[in-house]
């Protein structure tokens, strides 16, 4: 200490240790702030939480909420079919002869008896009139002796033969006359002719594809659903199809018939339903989606957006009342039935009225304070609660 008394003087040393104090207050002063009390970082943490809980700017959360209300529900079986026509024929000769003349084209519309195909019928058309000839005289033969023997000039046996010559003689005209007719292809119902696959002149023969006949105005679609849910499935009961042909549209339809006997070795059964077909839409061969609708019933129901799955439960936030009647978020343990059409039926834990949050159910918490908005932008209030 002399030593820097007499290097530096008195007023140098006293001005450097009044630099050393103020250095040590201050560092006392850093390390009490920091080993101090929790009591205020606990504040800062609950003080977050309560903003948290809020929203932002300590506001309560927006969210929008719905009332639970009655839908209609079904149990759905889902299977895939494919379309048929109501009738369905392949336009083919009966015997084997030349095509003399086509009487449709691809696409045409044709009523029941129209004629379509005319084959080759000359031979025919010779021994048909030959046959009426030979007819014409065993029916004059048969009349000449009748009045001979109506004034006793001939027997019951010449009477016999002339009538039977007469019959043998009209069933030889009913025989050519078949066989013209079997070289003519006609129309057994209304309906559409697909593409011509064969040209006049043409040779064919018995089972050769001359073309298609539909009438696809209603359509069959056949499908196969597991024997376990045949219980479920009568006549009559309501179905929907789909397909990829059409997106986003849907065919109406019902069970028609359901096949007598379960296959074996799929143990499926094989249900028919039937498609109103108006504009031809569908077509035959189509691969369908079908959702059989039965048991309709009408049960309370949510959007299934409402709903938090957590392990083996379901929750829904029902808008409850909280302190100064300030609406906040009720957590509810639900049962769930049936889903469809993005709408879950409840079994049990709401009543009819609740409102409960649809939108924003993520970011709620159980007594968070909320701030419901309906589906159309007005508020929502808790119903009141006995």
Known sequence: MLGLLKRYGFAAVVTLGLGLMVVLVAGKAFLDGVGGSDAAPAAMAAQAGKAGARGPGGQPASVVAAAVSLHTFSDGIQAL??????????LTPKVADTIRALRFDSGDRVRRGQTLVEMSSVEQGASLAEAEAANQVAQEDLRRFQELFDRGFASQARIDSARAAAEAAQARVSANTSRIADRTIRAP???VVGLRTASPGQYMRPGDQIGTLDDISEIKLDFAI????LARLTAGVAIVARTGAYPGRTFQGVIADIDSRVDPT??????????????EAIRPGMLMTVEVRSNPREALGVPEIALIEQADSTFAFRVGQGEGGASTAERVEVEIGTRGGGMAEILGGLSAGDII????????????PIRPQGAGGEGASPAPRG
Do not use: K, Y
Request: hydrophobic share 35%.
């Open 357 to 368: 949050v649809t939108e924003g159910v993520q970011g709620v918490r159980p007594g968070q």
């Open 81 to 90: 079919g494919t379309a048929q026509a109501r009738e369905s024929i392949v």
């Open 189 to 191: 119902f209304a309906g």
């Open 266 to 279: 799929t143990r499926t059964v094989r249900v028919r339903a039937m498609l109103p077909n108006a504009d």
């Open 226 to 229: 597991p024997e376990t849910q």
